[in-house]
């Protein structure tokens, strides 16, 4: 089945700059990529997606690109403020088959 | 709309015991799934559920079961408790027929003491 590894597990950034975490996935046939952000004590929140037949998606400053060949994909967060601070998990799937989540990327944001 | 509702939201159980959770998904949405969350191993799936039949189901012992019922909502079991099943149980539920947008809802935090 489906195997999706993110790194790095923790990630520490100033307020200003650029975060990027990356994640790999094992089985080809994958086509859909979403991320999804967990604020402290809430629940995850879809935030971008992305499909199989694009290499890459902004939406302000969160932006998601896709390497089919070398099966990674990556999330960009540029200007980082205090509320990026979260944990961010990448997942992949294929059709109907279940998301399969990554371990997660804990984000903290110095102010 | 309301959201994806989970009850109840703490749950402190002894080993051995068994446990009920609960999950009304957002109106409209026919497929449920639930995940295992513990810290450091990310979201691990469980089962999914679509029109109350069980279309998908994840590497988990048979002490773990669920079921959806004719107006969507969904409870799973988890029988004679252990330590290790200590962790936040998450729901999701969706609209699109590839289950893929989930939207979560705030999970039931189950300690086995």
């Known amino acids: 089945g489906e195997n999706v590894e993110q790194h790095p597990s923790t990630l520490s950034v100033q307020e200003g700059d650029s975060a990027v975490i990356k994640c790999t996935y094992s089985d080809s046939a994958s086509n859909y990529f979403p991320w999804y952000k967990q604020e402290l004590g809430k629940r995850p929140q879809l935030i971008i997606d992305?499909?199989?037949?694009?290499g890459e998606k902004k939406d302000q400053r969160i932006a998601v690109t896709l390497n089919k060949t070398a099966k990674h994909f990556s999330l960009h967060i540029t200007e980082t403020q205090p509320e990026d601070s979260a944990v961010y998990f990448c997942a992949a799937s294929l059709g109907n088959t279940p998301l399969v989540f990554g371990k997660g990327t804990r984000l903290s944001v110095i102010a | 709309k309301a959201g994806v509702t989970q009850t109840p939201r703490y749950l402190i159980k002894t080993r051995g015991q068994q446990v009920t959770l609960s999950c009304s998904p957002i109106?409209?949405?026919?497929?449920v799934s639930w995940y295992q969350q513990t810290p450091g191993q990310g979201l691990q799936f469980l089962f999914e559920?679509?029109?109350?039949?069980?279309?998908n189901k994840g590497n988990f012992p048979g002490r773990f079961s669920g079921r959806q019922f004719s107006n969507s909502r969904s409870e799973m079991n988890v029988s004679t408790l252990e330590l290790g099943d200590s962790a936040l149980y998450l729901c999701?539920?969706?609209?699109?027929?590839?289950?893929?947008?989930?939207?979560f809802g705030s999970g039931t935090q189950l300690s086995v003491l």
């Open positions: 999701a539920s969706s609209s699109d027929r590839y289950n893929e947008k989930l939207f």
């Open positions: 109106s409209g949405h026919r497929s």
């Open positions: 992305i499909r199989s037949n694009v």
């Open positions: 559920y679509f029109s109350e039949t069980q279309r």
